[in-house]
């Protein structure tokens, strides 16, 4: 499964280029990574990774649509330009909401590791994967507050991997925090020249 990993990673590092850069064309990159690390942690018994890379490939289409859809016309129809889907906050109403469906979705997840599976690492396998279905929800949303969210599952993560001995994932993980952080940044910067 090494070369699955490898080309998971480098799938993985262009997906962060494209995300930093709050391109559109992050969702084909994000088609891609979860069909290879579906495989990847079936191998490493990480059954949660394992299902939300499924999730990861279902809200991918519905990012791609959502952004899409959010483009608008601009009033130059002659030169046929668009805007790009605006970034914005996450509202303030919504964080209590947030906070409750993640831990609902740890304690059901971890649950059913638990009861159903083998897994060495059902609570913090649980952890990073209901963190996760909220930040990439919350990034099809394209809510600036994704970043943080992101920072904080991708610390863990590579943690998580060095623990079950996927280096090459948990390299890109200790990448992917560092960047969540600057890609906070960048995405305040383009709040703020939009």
């Known amino acids: 499964m090494n070369y699955l990993e490898i080309i998971g990673?480098?799938?993985?590092l262009i997906y962060l280029w494209l995300e930093?850069?709050?391109?559109?064309?992050?969702w084909v990159a994000n088609v891609i990574m979860p069909a290879i690390y579906v495989?990847?942690?079936?191998?490493?018994?990480?059954?949660?990774?394992?299902?939300?890379?499924i999730y990861y490939l279902l809200v991918s289409f519905y990012g791609m649509f959502y952004w899409w859809k959010g483009r608008k016309r601009s009033s130059n129809r002659q030169m046929g330009k668009t805007e790009e889907l605006p970034?914005?906050?996450?509202?303030?109403?919504?964080?209590?909401?947030?906070?409750i469906v993640s831990v609902a979705l740890l304690v059901l997840i971890a649950f059913i590791l638990i009861q159903y599976t083998d897994s060495t690492v059902p609570w913090m396998d649980s952890l990073t994967t209901a963190l996760s279905i909220v930040a990439m929800w919350m990034l099809a949303r394209k809510y600036v507050e994704q970043w943080l969210v992101w920072v904080v599952v991708d610390a863990i993560s590579a943690g998580l991997y060095v623990?079950?001995?996927?280096?090459?994932?948990?390299?890109?993980?200790?990448?992917?925090?560092?960047i969540a952080y600057f890609g906070y940044?960048?995405?305040?910067?383009?709040?703020?020249?939009?």
Request: aromatic fraction near 20%; glycine fraction near 6%; proline fraction near 2%.
């Open 9 to 12: 990673t480098i799938v993985g």
């Open 20 to 26: 930093y850069k709050a391109s559109i064309w992050l």
């Open 39 to 53: 495989m990847v942690y079936y191998e490493a018994g990480l059954y949660a990774d394992f299902g939300i890379s």
């Open 87 to 99: 970034i914005t906050h996450a509202p303030a109403r919504l964080w209590a909401q947030l906070v």
């Open 163 to 178: 623990y079950k001995e996927l280096y090459f994932t948990a390299g890109l993980y200790v990448l992917y925090t560092v």
């Open 185 to 194: 940044k960048e995405w305040r910067r383009l709040m703020k020249n939009a």
